[in-house]
């Protein structure tokens, strides 16, 4: 701008000048702001020495060239600042205003407030024709730019493609250096729309060591789908103390956006603080309270409208946001608040989907079929969400189909890889109108498909934390069944009083999730016996299947099965004469955060602690308040005793008996306490899957006996077991193939393995004869035996009950193992179990096997440690352990399988042996 001036150097105008570019060579602000001050202050004194090149107006010029030394060093702030006063100045005096227009315009532009930067464009062209001359052509080529990047703001990709093109030719035709930045615009474009090749060519470069280099590698690892990656790009910058003041506001609201993207909510919150401090401060503060409101609408549980399933991962959307997309956002918000007449009407004014586009060659071609692509399954996810919320309202299945083929259409302009996010949720709301048109395999596959999706986005996260949040808040097909099935449940029985034939279809769906060849895992032998399950909306055979099934209850035993979809937690509960369902808002997320929790207490070394111990009873408290277990118990019929647990997910890790049951008491407890745990309060057993009940009990009738097997290779801390002689494989016979030998001769009903348990990254084990890898037994190694002669396994070893995940909702280990060998019931541990109590245990489980059913013997047996009721003998080394009536030291034993009886002896003699071992507990078992 200088260069249209001729200052003699020698005056203090020129040097003030002169200060102020040798400031802006070396990047300080501050100097800046003091030369180019003092400069403009002598421009605007009476008889300035200067002269000039045509009529300009000195001070204007100068301002100006103050506002884009600022600009270039990245002062945003400060420009912003002097901007504001210099128009004002302007305005007072008549100067013109069109340089410092524009050049507010660009420190706009570079701070991200392109809607801004539109209107000072704007204002140029208006400006009033008193204006002294033409714009000179290098001005006019940045005037163009500013126009082409509002433009793109708003939607208008071929405009903007246009005067990008006309910004370039007079930048060149002027000779102006910046002309450089028009090819960095095109760039930014082309990674905004997705296109690969430029994302490509941003990843492929060095690391940026600007601010617009950092926002733009962030928005390029976006566009790839690696969101941790790109969260961690603006981490840094927001956290760097020189990021200039008019940057923190688009950066934060950028990283919040990213935060919730990978489900890092509590962070993305944390930021609110801040970003309403940077808010304050920003020159537009009601475009900044849109700016975050967008971000925050990102949260899981604003993300889907009412009746919609929550969480689903479909992208961040930008800071700035183009005028279509925050169009389309208000159409969805409007859905969401079931405004469906509004939301219809802001639907049509936008005209119908965009028209595709038919791009000029060049190089924007490929931005704008991108765009254009991305509009198009944008707006049809929207129709399809509007026409879905209409099927809800009135049930009508025009409107379903009506639905199902703008998702359709969504699905297919949603094919580029940036867009699977979209792609994923326009899928499962596919699926979602395909069930409500009774297309329920059609559903599935969509259900499916899309989880699939979110998988693989999930899996472009960097650490295993993001991975599994991102997946913990998306539903899969099975929790999509749940979740349409519960509200129909709710639905036909009136508010709080679900229809007994449709929560019979909620439960067929519980059943569902368990795993769709969980039978031929378990139960190989077992032919035909892969179930059967009525099709969803069946009420009539769901109830028919669910009532065959209730019917072969003892009476005092029901069956609870527990589902933790995305935000809602789902309870069944039925038994001879009960069915019920309770649903209470749970994010699955915070549960399995918890049960982290819960399992960092129940270390060997945490439970020496009272901290330790207290830590452990706060995490299982936090537990059974999650879960919302004082609702299920408030249920459950006065006389029941015996409850067979069917766990899915991430409950299948919760220690049921551990649970506090506060405030929970029955006419039949001989103790009524408010914090007693549920091990204490009902016999507990857990079951793979509601079909394997019968089955299970079926192969227990045959192997009822009590011929006992004690395994016991030698091995240091393990207290010999007591009870009643039976066979031993002991010391150095204890070995893999001498067992694998006395399993195959089927003699012995019960089999006890007291050894020491071992893992490793890759692999868990029992430790017998003889020490060393030669004497490891493997879980594949168990499941190859015979178990067939077996009615009760005892794995005394400790954590011998923790699975590994395998699939979407199977676990294998050692438990799961005994069970497809052959064995109707497992007992084994959690987590560490301190050797004097756990043999204590078990030999109190063993004796009680003699009069009572699996989970009253193991239910008797804590309740007996708990209260320090074993003789002494029975006590030996409990001396050496803190606290060991504490319900950690206990609640890790599980029984899994059959619940029903060891015994083979029949009931004259069970009341016999019941008298004479001093327990009465299971009096009312006999009527079962």
């Given amino acids: 701008m200088t260069a249209e001036l001729r200052i003699s150097p020698q005056t203090p105008l020129g040097r003030a000048v002169e200060a102020g570019a040798a400031a802006l060579r070396r990047g300080n602000a501050t100097q800046i702001d003091a030369a180019y001050l003092a400069a403009v202050d002598l421009a605007a004194a009476p008889g300035a020495d200067v002269a000039a090149v045509g009529e300009v107006d000195l001070w204007a010029l100068l301002a100006a060239d103050h506002l884009a030394a600022l600009r270039q060093a990245g002062a945003l702030a400060r420009g912003l600042r002097h901007a504001g006063h210099y128009l004002t100045q302007a305005g007072a005096t008549g100067a013109d205003p069109r340089q410092l227009l524009l050049e507010r315009a660009q420190l706009r532009g570079a701070a991200g407030d392109l809607r801004g930067a539109g209107a000072d464009a704007a204002a140029v062209r208006t400006s009033p024709a008193g204006c002294r001359g033409p714009l000179s052509a290098a001005a006019h080529g940045r005037l163009l730019r500013l126009e082409a990047l509002a433009a793109a703001d708003a939607g208008d990709r071929a405009t903007a493609v246009r005067l990008l093109a006309e910004a370039e030719r007079a930048l060149l035709a002027a000779g102006d250096p910046t002309i450089s930045i028009i090819e960095r615009d095109r760039a930014l474009l082309a990674v905004r729309a997705g296109v690969e090749t430029r994302i490509a060519d941003v990843l492929a470069g060095p690391r940026p060591d600007t601010v617009a280099g950092q926002f733009r590698l962030a928005l390029a690892l976006r566009r790839q789908l690696r969101y941790e990656a790109a969260a961690r790009v603006m981490l840094d910058l927001t956290t760097n103390p020189d ?163 703008e998702f359709g259409q969504a699905v297919r302009h949603a094919q580029r890889p940036w867009l699977a996010g979209v792609r994923a949720r326009a899928l499962r709301l596919l699926g979602e109108a395909r069930h409500r048109l009774a297309e329920h395999d059609e559903a599935v596959r969509c259900w499916a498909d899309a989880h699939d999706l979110e998988e693989q986005i999930a899996g472009r996260q960097i650490s295993d934390t993001v991975r599994i949040g991102m997946l913990q808040s998306v539903a899969d097909e099975h929790d999509e069944r749940i979740r ?100 209470v808002d749970c994010r699955r997320d915070e549960l399995a955060e918890a049960v982290d929790e819960l399992a960092g207490c129940w270390s060997e070394e945490m439970l020496e602690s009272p901290v330790g111990r207290d830590a452990f009873d706060a995490a299982a ?166 178990l067939g002669g077996c009615g009760t396994l005892m794995l005394g070893a400790c954590e011998s009950g923790m699975a590994t995940r395998i699939g979407r909702d199977e676990r294998t280990g050692f438990v799961r193992a005994g069970l497809h060998a052959g064995a109707a019931a497992v007992v084994a541990a959690r987590w560490v179990a301190a050797d004097p109590v756990a043999a204590a245990v078990l030999d109190r489980f063993r004796h009680h096997l003699r009069h009572l059913p699996r989970d009253l013997a193991l239910h008797q047996a804590q309740r007996e440690i708990h209260t320090g009721a074993p003789a002494d003998a029975v006590r030996r080394g409990w001396d050496e352990v803190a606290a060991p009536d504490h319900p950690a030291r206990w609640a890790c034993w599980t029984l899994y399988g059959d619940a029903g009886w060891q015994t083979a002896a029949g009931p004259v003699r069970r009341r016999l042996r019941r008298a004479t071992s001093g327990a009465g507990l299971g009096a009312r078992s006999e009527r079962g």
């Fill in 243 to 405: 990021l200039d003041e008019a940057l923190r506001l688009p950066a934060l609201v950028e990283l919040a956006t990213l935060l919730f993207a990978v489900r890092w909510d509590k962070a993305a919150q944390a930021l609110r603080p801040e970003l309403d401090k940077a808010a304050a401060r920003w020159s537009d503060p009601a475009e900044a309270a849109r700016w975050i409101a967008r971000a925050y609408a990102s949260a899981p549980e604003d993300l889907a409208p009412a009746g919609r399933p929550a969480g689903t991962v479909t992208g961040p959307q930008p800071a700035v946001m183009a005028a279509f997309d925050h169009a389309v956002r208000h159409v969805q918000a409007l859905i969401a608040e079931q405004r469906l007449d509004v939301a219809e009407a802001e639907l049509a004014r936008l005209g119908g989907p965009p028209a595709p586009a038919d791009p000029p060659g060049g190089s924007g071609a490929e931005a704008l079929r991108a765009a254009a692509e991305r509009d198009l399954a944008l707006w049809h996810l929207t129709a399809g969400e509007l026409q879905l919320a209409r099927c809800q309202q009135n049930r009508q299945p025009q409107h379903a189909r009506a639905a199902a083929e």
């Fill in 484 to 583: 349409l099935a519960a509200e129909r449940a709710t639905r036909r029985g009136g508010p709080g009083e679900p229809g007994v034939a449709a929560v019979a279809s909620l439960v067929v769906a519980m059943e569902a999730a368990r795993g769709a060849a969980i039978l031929g895992r378990i139960l190989p032998a077992e032919d035909g016996r892969l179930r059967q399950l009525p099709t969803p909306d069946d009420d009539a055979a769901a109830w028919t299947w669910l009532r065959a099934t209730a019917n072969q209850l003892p009476r005092d035993q029901a069956v609870w099965l527990t589902h933790a979809t995305p935000f809602r937690l789902h309870h069944a509960v039925l038994g001879r004469d009960q069915l019920f369902h309770v649903g």
């Fill in 621 to 786: 408290t936090r537990i059974a308040e999650l879960i919302g277990l004082a609702d299920v118990l408030r249920q459950l019929p006065p006389r029941l005793r015996r409850l067979a647990l069917v766990p899915g997910g991430i409950l299948a890790d919760v220690p049921f008996a551990a649970l506090p049951t506060s405030g929970w008491s029955r006419p039949v407890d001989a103790r009524p306490g408010p914090t007693l745990p549920l091990g204490l309060r009902v016999a507990l057993s857990e079951l793979p899957c509601l079909s394997a009940r019968r089955p299970l009990a079926r192969r227990s009738q045959a192997v009822r006996g009590e011929r006992h097997l004690l395994v016991s290779p030698p091995a240091e801390g393990i207290t010999p077991a007591r009870g009643r002689p039976g066979g031993v494989l002991g010391g150095d016979q204890a070995t893999p193939d001498r067992l694998r030998a006395a399993l195959g001769e089927r003699r012995h009903r019960q089999v006890r393995l007291d050894c020491h348990g071992g893992y490793d990254p890759q692999h868990a084990w029992l430790q017998l004869a003889p020490a060393g890898p030669a004497g490891r037994l493997l879980p594949e190694q168990l499941q190859a035996m015979d």
